[in-house]
């Protein structure tokens, strides 16, 4: 059975830092695009971030360009979102998600989610 479990959110004020991880099981981890969706209050998904497989091709939705950034320890079965410089509008709901093949910021073509973990900017 897959599982994806993330970790790491909070509340945090304008301009500090989380970092989130997403411990992965019951697939082959290491074979898996993973990435990050959100939903910030009363609005849809957005995707956030994507990391192939292997790691060397990772994609930031414009918003977060330069702020966060995506990692992956594949001996670990985890994946990492550092989020720096956060803003009030980076509040949401963070979801990591995986998927065998598809790899792109589609947030519909991911078959496994996880159940999301709450990230507050406010002061």
């Known amino acids: 059975e897959v599982q994806l479990v993330e970790s790491g959110g909070g509340l945090v004020q304008p301009g500090g830092s989380l970092r989130l991880s997403c411990a992965a099981s019951g697939f082959t981890f290491n074979n898996y695009v993973m990435s990050w969706v959100r939903q910030a209050p009363g609005k849809g998904l957005e995707w956030v971030s994507f990391?192939?497989?292997?790691?060397?091709?990772?994609n930031y939705v414009d918003s977060v360009k330069g702020r966060f950034t995506i990692s992956r320890d594949n001996a670990k079965n985890t994946v990492y979102l550092q989020m720096n410089s956060l803003k009030p509008e980076d509040t949401a709901v963070y979801y990591c998600?995986?998927?065998?093949?598809?790899?792109?910021?589609?947030?519909?073509?991911?078959?496994?989610w996880g159940q999301g973990t709450q990230v507050t900017v406010s002061s």
């Open positions: 990391i192939s497989s292997g790691g060397g091709i990772t």
């Open positions: 998600a995986a998927d065998l093949s598809y790899i792109g910021s589609d947030w519909r073509e991911y078959d496994s």
